[in-house]
């Protein structure tokens, strides 16, 4: 099974960038569709974007578009996160998700995922 490790949290101030990556180790990467969600103080975990396998299809949570775009690199197991214009109510504790790609399921939910990483802190100040 896939195992996932998050980097790159830490504090900035609200119109800041941070830049957030997510190692993978185990089997194939490209048997994976990958994802980001974040869980704020008192709040349940939400979708933030996803990427297939190949990288060619991208979804975002309205709340972050146009501000943050996901990718990856299928031949260093990573996928990253460029957070951009960052604001107060981005703070939260950041997870990156696996799900095989032959499984199915529904790219923001987050029960669809099999795989998580043990989260980064982003937070924003004002």
């Known amino acids: 099974q896939v195992q996932l490790e998050e980097s790159g949290g830490g504090l900035v101030q609200a119109g800041g960038s941070l830049r957030l990556s997510c190692a993978a180790s185990?089997?194939?990467?490209?048997?994976?569709?990958m994802a980001w969600f974040r869980q704020a103080p008192g709040k349940e975990r939400a979708f933030v974007g996803y990427i297939s396998w190949s990288g060619l299809t991208t979804y975002y949570a309205d709340s972050v578009k146009g501000r943050f775009t996901i990718s990856r690199d299928n031949a260093k197991n990573t996928v990253t996160l460029q957070m951009n214009s960052l604001k107060p109510e981005d703070t939260a504790v950041y997870y990156c998700?696996?799900?095989?790609?032959?499984?199915?399921?529904?790219?923001?939910?987050?029960?669809?995922?099999?795989?998580w990483g043990q989260g980064t802190q982003v937070t924003v100040s004002s």
């Open positions: 998700a696996a799900n095989p790609k032959f499984r199915a399921g529904t790219y923001d939910r987050d029960l669809d995922y099999a795989y």
């Open positions: 185990g089997p194939t990467f490209t048997n994976y569709n």
